[in-house]
């Protein structure tokens, strides 16, 4: 199991893009967008951080994190 959290501490550096999908019954019920260079781990909700991740997504300039809300 990894978290959000974890793997952006051990992974992902401002040089990237990073996107954060909450899924609930297949469906997205959040979406957070941060631009590379502007964002910083705090701008993540917390209770987002600490979701185990499903999917990582790498795209370009961005990575894509999806996690299911149970």
């Known amino acids: 199991m990894i978290t959000v959290k974890d793997f952006i501490l051990k992974t992902v550096d401002s040089y990237a893009g990073i996107?954060?999908?909450e899924?609930?019954?297949?469906?997205?019920?959040?979406k957070i967008d941060?631009?590379?260079?502007?964002?910083?781990c705090s701008d993540i909700?917390?209770?987002?951080?600490?979701?185990?991740?499903?999917?990582?997504?790498?795209?370009?300039?961005?990575?894509?994190?999806e996690v299911n809300k149970q």
């Open 19 to 21: 996107s954060v999908r």
């Open 23 to 30: 899924y609930k019954n297949d469906e997205c019920i959040r």
């Open 34 to 40: 941060l631009e590379k260079h502007k964002w910083h």
């Open 45 to 65: 909700p917390e209770d987002l951080l600490n979701m185990e991740i499903t999917s990582i997504v790498p795209f370009f300039d961005r990575v894509i994190i």
